[in-house]
């Protein structure tokens, strides 16, 4: 009894706490979008991994960001918001977990999605959540070691890394704009480094709380 009622204060403490940072009206788009999801593709990407489940060593002086997919709701939201034509797209999600934001965006008639994932494990899992599609290719491997092809036109973050990595990234990005000049979006989702980016990009589309959570799509 006693085990009862601390998991329903602990599930009663999180929902306030959720409701608190993100309000009522986001809450019932993320439970309406996470059902609708769930049961059109049936793939594995909704679950957490803990500090200890985690594959791959820190690099020096970078904080965990665990595992979480993009709510959907607000995948819907940034599909509305890009100006790029969705059929032009070629996607580049940098920490890809268990490939959500492919799924998504492929079902979306995008050209092409690649995912770069630091942990074997979220690969692997990615891998088969995506063996349907054959516009796809996941690679194992740390994002900014990642060599941007002047094919990539859409760049996806959440949240995934610390600041230094942020900066390798928009680094790699100016790169390719020098060697092949294109149009570019860039959605980042509870974007905490964004004066990064604002030094490099415009803002095309800002949906922001005080706890930094929401999203920003920046384009050149
Ligand atoms: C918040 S999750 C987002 C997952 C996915 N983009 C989504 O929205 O569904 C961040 C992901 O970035 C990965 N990650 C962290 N640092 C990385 C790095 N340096 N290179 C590649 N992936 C990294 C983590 O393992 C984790 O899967």
Redo the contacts with the bound molecule.
């Keep these: 009894m006693a085990y009862l009622f601390r998991n329903f204060f602990n599930l009663l403490t999180t929902v306030i706490r959720k409701v608190s940072y993100w309000g009522l009206k986001n809450i019932a788009a993320f439970i309406f979008y996470e059902i609708m999801y769930y049961f059109k593709f049936n793939s594995r990407?909704l679950f957490g991994?803990t500090n200890n489940e985690?594959d791959?060593e820190?690099?020096g002086g970078?904080e965990?960001?665990?595992?979480?997919?993009?709510p959907y709701f607000l995948?819907n939201k940034s599909l509305k918001k890009i100006n790029l034509k969705i059929n032009d797209v070629s996607l580049v999600?940098?920490?890809?977990?268990?490939?959500?934001?492919l799924e998504f965006f492929i079902d979306r008639k995008i050209k092409f999605a690649k995912?770069?994932?630091?942990?074997k494990n979220?690969t692997k899992i990615a891998k088969l959540n995506l063996a349907k599609f054959d516009n796809v290719a996941i690679f194992n491997?740390?994002?900014?070691?990642?060599k941007i092809t002047v094919e990539d036109n859409l760049f996806?973050?959440?949240?995934?890394?610390g600041v230094e990595?942020v900066k390798k990234i928009i680094q790699n990005i100016n790169s390719s704009l020098l060697e092949k000049p294109r149009k570019i979006n860039i959605i980042y989702?509870?974007p905490r480094y964004r004066e990064s980016f604002e030094t490099h990009f415009k803002t095309i589309y800002k949906d922001i709380n005080k706890y930094n959570l929401g999203l920003v799509i920046y384009s050149n």
């Design positions: 990407t991994i985690l791959y820190l690099k970078e965990f960001i665990e595992y979480i997919p993009t995948l999600d940098f920490g890809s977990g268990a490939g959500r934001v995912g770069v994932e630091m942990s979220l491997m740390d994002a900014q070691e990642y996806f973050l959440y949240d995934p890394f990595t989702i509870s």
